[in-house]
């Protein structure tokens, strides 16, 4: 999953025409990291979609501005616009991250 590093890159990424899934985190989250040991077998699985992760404590405003209130949180954007939202307490298990994925508009 590539790092998003700038607010420039985070608006280019949403606003092509691919469908792409953003992992909204931060380093001190526990959620985050339980994620990280599964979220690869996933995106090997779902690799319709362009997968990024972007750091919410870095990017408070884009976090804000798409409603991400928890973390990890998954967002399917496309054409700029957010088409889905996983949001954190949903996010714990393989299980439920394959049922997210398995239900998106794309």
């Known amino acids: 999953m590539e790092a998003i590093k700038t607010n420039e890159q985070f608006e280019e990424i949403i606003a092509g025409s691919e469908p792409v899934i953003i992992k909204f985190y931060a380093g001190w989250c ?14 090997a699985d779902y690799g319709q979609y362009r997968w990024f992760e972007l750091n919410r404590d870095d990017f408070p405003d884009a976090a804000q501005k798409y409603d991400v209130m928890g973390i990890p949180s998954l967002l399917l954007f496309q054409d700029g616009e957010k088409l889905a939202h996983l949001h954190s307490a949903n996010a714990k298990s393989p299980e439920e991250v394959r049922d997210y994925l398995e239900s998106l508009p794309v």
Do not use: G, S, V
Request: with cysteine.
């Open 30 to 43: 526990p959620d985050c990291t339980r994620m990280d040991m599964f979220i690869d077998d996933i995106i």
